[in-house]
């Protein structure tokens, strides 16, 4: 896991240490929503790769935010979910969502690609 340590002393690095990078709000703001296996957590986020999803899943898991289930089940069936500390940062996430739209919407970057919402329903 990263530092926890904050050399700068801003909570903000302690923060970004948990939950920072590319995937890993992506990946919290797909788990939101609700317990999801992996190959929906895949299929929700096409660009990442499986061993990346892995490795921020484990991550997450070993930081306390995502909680991993795994059923006793032929084939095996694994679960993740937030767990309460990872749905306190549900506010984050959420404003997260709204500054990216409201900026895109400034820089008139809404027409681009598939579209900003549908990857971050609400």
Known sequence: MKRL????????????SVMGGTWKPIVLFH????????????????NI??????????ELEEAGIVARTVYAEVPPRVDYALTDLGRSLQP???AMRDWG???AQS??????????????AA
Do not use: W
Request: include cysteine; aromatic fraction near 4%; charge should be positive.
């Open 49 to 58: 790769t499986q061993r990346m999803l892995t490795l921020q899943l484990r």
């Open 101 to 103: 739209t409201d900026y």
């Open 5 to 16: 340590n904050s050399k700068s002393g801003c909570a903000v690095e302690v923060t970004l």
């Open 31 to 46: 788990l939101m929503h609700g317990t999801k296996r992996f190959s929906a957590l895949a299929r929700a986020i096409p």
């Open 107 to 120: 820089q008139g970057l809404q027409d681009e690609g598939p579209g900003l919402q549908a990857s971050c």
């Open 92 to 94: 984050v996430l959420m």
